[in-house]
């Protein structure tokens, strides 16, 4: 119980007429898939691990974070400050675009970065996570996806082991039109529980990330 899994996804967005629009009267930057699609991702495994007959063996932290649109200021303030320490933390998993599809011929594509952080362990328990799901999940190492900057990046710096899933930016980024009618459900309920499985098999695991 005092080993921690902290599952982590950003809420805020970029607010009202600061995004680029071509509705000159829709202002409002809804963010849902950027990022309401990822907080609903923890909020869903988190509801799954609470229904389990059996609490989990490691503690379980939902972070949902502030800021991630103003240099990733609020996981920063967490890993400055951490409510549990970061050298008892086996894992950080981040969710940031999910259910997004740059054109409906990627629909079962999808992409994890960073499980090498965690080493062998990692690779391999981000790997079993995707083998039930008819997505294709593109592993990249996190120097490969750095032009992808979120919350993860904090934790990685801080050597904590991290996997940060997300889809690409489609032509809705950024902008009022990134709205709820954008997201592939069936592809997000895909998304969720290959996080849940990976999130089952690292708060039991012998076999921690390094």
């Not at 609020?74 to 999910?98: C, F, K, M, R």
């Not at 594509?109 to 965690?118: D, K, N, R």
């Not at 919350?151 to 801080?158: I, V, W």
Request: charged share 20%; proline share 7%; hydrophobic share 35%.
């Amino acid at each position: 119980a005092e080993e921690y899994v902290v599952l982590g996804a950003h809420y805020d967005h970029l607010g009202r007429g600061s995004c680029g629009t071509d509705t000159p009267d829709d202002l409002v930057c809804n963010g849902a898939g950027d990022n309401a699609s990822g907080v609903a991702t923890v909020l869903e495994i988190g509801r799954s691990l609470a229904a389990d007959p059996e609490p989990p063996p490691r503690t379980v932290v939902l972070a949902l974070w502030d800021a991630e649109e103003d240099g990733l200021a609020g996981s920063a303030d967490y890993v400055d400050d951490p409510p549990v320490p970061l050298e008892h933390t086996a894992v950080y998993l981040n969710w940031d675009i999910q259910g997004s599809n740059l054109s409906p011929a990627l629909a079962d594509i999808t992409v994890m970065i960073g499980a090498e952080t965690g080493g062998p362990n990692l690779i391999a328990a981000a790997r079993a996570a995707t083998e039930d799901s008819p997505l294709q999940t593109l592993a990249l190492s996190l120097g490969f996806g750095d032009g992808r900057t979120s919350d993860h990046n904090t934790f990685a710096a801080a050597s904590v082991p991290t996997v940060f899933f997300t889809d690409g930016t489609t032509p809705c980024y950024h902008t009022p039109q990134d709205d709820v009618s954008t997201l592939d459900f069936d592809k997000l309920g895909q998304q969720i529980r290959t996080g849940l499985a990976l999130t089952r098999d690292l708060v039991a695991t012998d076999d921690l990330p390094e």
